[in-house]
């Protein structure tokens, strides 16, 4: 399952993309394309066609308080992994327009970002508030919410033994699979997830998290899975906690990877020996 961006593409290019990533890296196990099903649901955040001489769009613009608080989140840890961002300070924190432009120009000098809408010059406000703003409708829209989860659920069979999701689909993903613990789902992975941050995230799931006998929020583990790995890149600004047994118990099986440039990339992340490792095992469980 894919993450936020994917709006223009559809299940096959996805598939395209994704299995010549998956099957390079299962020297141990043999998989035939038919094996591969993408849970795609980039078209549900498509803007709709217009008839010419309609009216205008309106011009993009970061003003919900939940697009606000992750761009910020994005700008102080894009800060911490990049020396040419500049930090954010007290004084720029401060919620006003000001400061959201604050953001937008720091983060135009973030290779991390630079690198993720390399094929997009001269667009990058456009591109980076259309990714927040899929993030938030995702998170605060429970019709949307239902209709990206009915993508997993038509993709899962009772063949489907490993479930991979990317960025804002292991959020989807894992609500999915918490919704039902009858599928033969045994191995979860997760790349560049997000799952980890709080308010924004964690706080949000459905199932929502619960205490545990010390008083710390525990994530519900995600149905009949057996084996969860999850993995980040060190300089992956959307992974903003980068350990997830933090969140969800020291099952989760936390691996720090290297993407290079494009830290966040699905396909850097898919050509893991880390990823094929955990597929592998997952299918010879089955």
Not at 168 to 178: I, K, T
Request: hydrophobic share 45%.
């Amino acid at each position: 399952m894919h993450g936020v961006g994917n709006q223009y593409r559809n299940s096959g290019v996805m598939h395209a993309d994704w299995f010549p990533a998956i099957s390079g890296g299962l020297s141990r196990a043999e998989v035939a394309p038919d094996d591969l099903s993408c849970a795609f649901y980039g078209d549900l955040f498509r803007p709709a066609g217009r008839m010419l001489g309609a009216a205008e769009p309106a011009e993009t613009q970061v003003e919900d308080p939940f697009d606000v608080e992750l761009l910020f989140a994005w700008w102080a840890e894009a800060a911490l992994v990049d020396s040419a961002v500049v930090p954010p300070d007290a004084r720029t924190l401060a919620r006003t327009p000001r400061s959201v432009q604050a953001a937008l120009n720091a983060l135009a000098n973030s290779r991390f970002f630079a690198a993720a809408y390399r094929r997009a010059p001269g667009v990058f406000d456009r591109l980076l508030v259309s990714d927040l703003q899929q993030v938030r409708r995702y998170m605060t829209e429970p019709s949307l919410r239902q209709e990206v989860r009915a993508r997993v659920e038509n993709a899962v069979t009772s063949e489907t033994r490993v479930v991979v999701a990317h960025s804002l689909g292991s959020v989807a993903a894992y609500e999915a699979l918490c919704a039902h613990p009858e599928w033969k789902v045994n191995t979860f992975i997760t790349l560049g997830s997000p799952l980890g941050i709080r308010q924004l995230f964690f706080d949000r799931l459905d199932p929502s998290p619960r205490h545990s006998d010390s008083g710390e929020l525990v994530g519900v583990w995600p149905g009949a899975v057996e084996h969860w790995t999850n993995l980040a890149d060190d300089g992956d600004v959307v992974a903003l906690v980068k350990d997830l047994r933090s969140r969800f118990g020291p099952k989760v099986v936390s691996i720090i990877v290297h993407n290079g440039a494009h830290a966040h990339d699905s396909s850097r992340y898919l050509s893991t020996v880390e990823v094929g490792a955990a597929i592998a095992a997952g299918l010879a469980a089955a």
